[in-house]
């Protein structure tokens, strides 16, 4: 009998810790997706602490410069050896809170000796996308987890504006992917893809200082 009692309140353990599981996840789905205006002000909240450099999924060949800030992991690809600025750049911002924030520009190189974060959105002639995808609270990852991280969440359900060649379709609408239905995030995903402002680009010259900053 004592051994039956054991097995029941075993099981029933079980079912609660699934349903706390559950329950997490639901939350964690149900919670509005990260906008790229919130991800720009995570990448200023506090000294940007360098954690190194490294090849990641999604960045082209360059290697990206991993920082940490007060709430964000951002990983930014326009890092070369040469801390000049690359022809694309990639900014992965993982909020602590969870979620994923993804810039990309890429320009035809018609601006002779062009800097990315001297350029205004009107001269973004080529690629221009922002993503946004759903992941799970990062917790404390060194840079090899934070790769494993990014490649965990390619096919987590996203939205995105934006496509390739089209930086200049003031057309563009916002896409979700697997039954996302956010009305907030597509509104601010349109607004923030089609006009950035100056916020924007403080925040690529911050970055910029932080390369120029960093050793490796």
């Known amino acids: 009998m004592a051994s039956i009692i054991l097995l029941l309140l075993s099981i029933a ?14 939350d964690e789905m149900a919670k509005k997706l990260y906008t790229p205006q919130d991800a720009i002000k995570d990448i200023k909240s506090g000294k940007l602490v360098f954690m190194g450099r ?3 999924p999604k960045h082209a060949l360059n290697k990206s410069c991993v920082y ?16 000049k600025e ?7 911002v993982i909020s602590f809170d969870g979620d994923i924030v993804s810039f990309n520009i890429f320009n035809s190189g018609k601006i002779e000796n062009q800097q990315y974060s001297m350029l205004s959105r009107s ?12 992941s799970s609270k990062p917790g404390n990852l060194n840079v090899n987890q934070l790769k494993t991280y990014i490649k965990n969440s390619e096919y987590n359900k996203f939205c995105t504006i934006g496509s ?10 916002v896409y979700c992917e697997k039954g996302i239905s956010d009305a907030s995030w597509m ?8 006009n950035p402002g100056s916020e924007w680009q403080q925040t690529l010259q ?3 200082n932080a390369v120029l900053n960093s050793n490796f």
């Open 13 to 26: 353990s079980g079912f609660n810790e699934d349903a706390r599981a559950s329950t997490s996840t639901c």
């Open 54 to 56: 490294d090849t990641f």
């Open 68 to 83: 940490k800030s007060d709430r964000a992991y951002i990983i930014y690809n326009n890092c070369l050896s040469s801390k």
């Open 86 to 92: 690359s022809a694309q750049s990639t900014i992965d």
């Open 123 to 134: 001269e973004y002639d080529f690629t221009w996308t922002v993503s946004s995808t759903k």
């Open 164 to 173: 390739m060649g089209k930086a200049q379709d003031m057309s563009s609408k």
């Open 187 to 194: 509104a601010a995903g349109e607004s923030f893809w089609k």
């Open 206 to 208: 911050y970055l910029k």
